[in-house]
């Protein structure tokens, strides 16, 4: 009976960028299957684990927590002697990989989940693409990527010289969009297009991959 | 060197720019009016943390100029240095001060142990992922929109309204069974909120939909009132280019 569940589904971006850190960490996990077609996320006992009723939602032992990026934090830092580091201990450092993990969810995130929602998810569930919507968020999403293409000439990676969870928490939608005619935002950034070929190439991700069924 | 409005710079440079230069010390670059940047100040205020602020005119376009843009490659404010450090993201920022500065002013703001700090995070994200957006939607169209001249968007309104009231929902229910949201202490989860909450509740007739919810309403009305939040709407008020 592992200690540490995942209450969530293989399709689920935010699920499977707490996946990919478990994974990174080397953790064993039960992935607790969450019904979202027949909305068992909206309702209880669900929504003792995530008021919000949105996946995933995370167990170790007595701690529940939500909130993707929260729980990949946890992980990072309570078991940050196992596996792979995914935080850096330096505080000044940890400070930038912090600037660049905000950057991920408040500038990339908006307009790469509303692509990934109306590109690879919509199609899959049988639901029509909104072409404004595809327009408007490869605009926003074409002037993130241009900042990342010059991050990523002062870094390797775009937190700092290592991988870390700002590298990561990019990985669930990057993947995603490269099944899409987004794909041609990353392959004309030669940097971030070397940095996307490199991060999605990690073990940790292609088992999160596999549980998908992707290759 | 001349003296232009009382300080003393180089000929041609910018306030900006002559900050750049100064010597250490913690900066926040940007007006008081922002939300982000209130964000930082109340935090700063909150640890006793003593800083500088160095004022962006956003209406000049000072914060899409070269020189800010190596600050801030999104140019938006704030942006902010320490010790030779250049941060952004308000959330960043504020997590980097309680960390540096642990042990000034309010010691719990960011948590005391691991379990306290692990709520903290789950509820930043919530603030930064779903009170966020909506609230700084309602923010723009309500209290900044007519300030600007600019059109509202009814629809855009109408939309966040229904999305806010959903997550204020939800905080009435952990409000019910928590003094704040992370637990029972102050915390930097509630912090993050003042900027948006304050301007709907001052600046909007959408007020009621903190003030008449009982939970809500009364965690507004503590967190509201402490003396790092009264002092941040100070600055707030002062004159422009202050």
């Known amino acids: 009976m592992a200690t540490i569940k995942v209450h969530g589904n293989a399709l689920s971006t935010a699920a499977q960028r707490v996946m990919a850190c ?19 996320h909206k309702r209880e006992p669900f929504l003792s684990l995530n008021p919000f009723g949105q996946v995933p939602a995370f167990e170790d032992g007595d701690l529940k927590l939500f909130e993707s990026r929260a729980v990949t934090q946890y992980i990072a830092h309570a078991y940050a002697d196992k596996g792979n580091q995914l935080i850096c201990l330096d505080p000044k450092k940890m400070a930038t990989v912090s600037v660049w993990m905000e950057v991920e969810s408040h500038h990339f995130d908006s307009a790469a989940a509303m692509l990934t929602w109306e590109l690879a998810i919509k199609p899959l569930i049988g639901m029509a693409t909104e072409a404004t919507v595809v327009e408007e968020n490869k605009v926003k999403l074409a002037k993130v990527l241009d900042v990342y293409e010059a991050r990523l000439a002062q870094s390797k990676y775009i937190g700092g010289d290592n991988f870390t969870l700002a590298d990561l928490h990019h990985l669930p939608s990057v993947q995603y969009l490269m099944t899409t005619q987004v794909k041609e935002l990353f392959d004309t950034r030669p940097r971030v297009s070397a940095w996307c070929s490199e991060i999605l190439a990690r073990p940790a991700w292609l088992k999160v991959c596999a549980l998908r069924g992707n290759q | 060197m001349v003296e232009i409005r009382g300080e003393l710079r180089e000929k041609g440079k910018s306030k900006l720019q002559t900050s750049l230069m100064a010597a250490t010390g913690v900066k926040v670059y940007g007006p008081p009016l922002s939300t982000a940047v209130s964000r930082v100040l109340g935090c700063l205020l909150e640890k006793d943390v003593q800083f500088q602020l160095i004022p962006i005119n956003l209406a000049k376009g000072e914060h899409k100029k070269p020189d800010f843009l190596k600050l801030q490659p999104f140019g938006q404010v704030p942006a902010f240095e320490d010790e030779g450090l250049s941060l952004f993201e308000s959330r960043a920022i504020c997590r980097y001060i309680c960390e540096k500065y642990a042990n000034g002013g309010n010691k719990g703001l960011y948590g005391t142990d691991f379990l306290s700090k692990a709520s903290i995070e789950q509820w930043l994200e919530a603030e930064g992922q779903n009170f966020n957006p909506p609230s700084s939607a309602l923010v723009f169209q309500l209290a900044f929109a007519p300030r600007m001249k600019l059109k509202q968007d009814e629809g855009v ?10 997550v204020l929902d939800v905080y009435e229910k952990r409000l019910g069974e928590s003094r704040y949201l992370a637990g029972d202490e102050f915390s930097l989860v509630d912090l993050s909120h003042l900027p948006n909450a304050h301007y709907l509740v001052s600046a909007t007739n959408r007020g009621e939909m903190f003030t008449a919810r009982t939970n ?23 004159p422009p280019g202050a």
């Open chain 2, 157 to 166: 309104i109408k939309q966040n309204e229904e999305k806010l009231a959903k």
């Open chain 2, 216 to 238: 809500v309403g009364r965690w507004w009305g503590e967190i509201s009132s402490r003396d790092s939040w009264k002092k941040v709407v100070e600055m707030q008020k002062s």
């Open chain 1, 22 to 40: 478990l994974h990174e960490k080397g953790l064993p996990f039960e992935l607790v299957l969450v019904d979202m077609r027949a909305g068992e």
